[in-house]
């Protein structure tokens, strides 16, 4: 018995072609969405993505803990499975430099370059994690992307006081991670990792992002 019919192909190709379709707009709009604000300081996180896909697309590469940012998965070119692993599940914090570095930890063998956009509440719940990278020799380059806040939670805040029509301003409270702000840079390399920054000029990215990856 055929299965597959002439009926069933064609019916195949159209929903293949409405795919395509559907794939070639979204990207249009990414694009087009990431060029909002290019030149901005604070930096978007749709620059600070290109600015490292440029420099590692050619390497064999993997995306550690993907779910950490849209502007990768909607920009990058992503064709193998091992290009965009793990995620940290139900927004638990904490999770993303560890479960990179264990990422990394199996990529070292193949000799892969792993990366990682990394949240600085997040690091700040296991910052140690970055003396066992530099003590076992495990080759990661985290991005950490600084909103100096517990977003999440801090717009979280905003909209359930907006709901009780409660003072939206004091959402900062127990949220945000100012007065010190944290220079991780100098946290990285107290823990003999190489680092460089902050950086607030967005034209830096290509200069710094070239270092780190050499």
Known sequence: ?????DERKRAFAERGAKVKDAHAKARKHALEEA???WD???????RMAMELWALIKNEDWCLAVSDRL???RALWTI??????LGGAGA???????????GVALANKTRGRFTVTF???GDLNYSPGVLWTAAHHRIPILYVMFNNRAYLHETMHVQRMAGVHNRDVSRAHIGTTIDNPFVDYAKLAQGYGVWAEGPISDPAELAG?????VD
């Open 79 to 84: 064709t193998e499975h091992h290009q965009a």
């Open 118 to 120: 990394q949240p600085d």
């Open 70 to 72: 849209k502007a990768p």
């Open 1 to 5: 018995r055929r299965l597959l019919t």
């Open 91 to 101: 927004q638990g914090v904490g999770y993303c430099a560890p479960g990179s570095l």
């Open 208 to 212: 710094v992002f070239r270092r780190a």
């Open 35 to 37: 060029a909002v604000g």
């Open 40 to 46: 901005a300081s604070p930096i978007s996180t749709a």
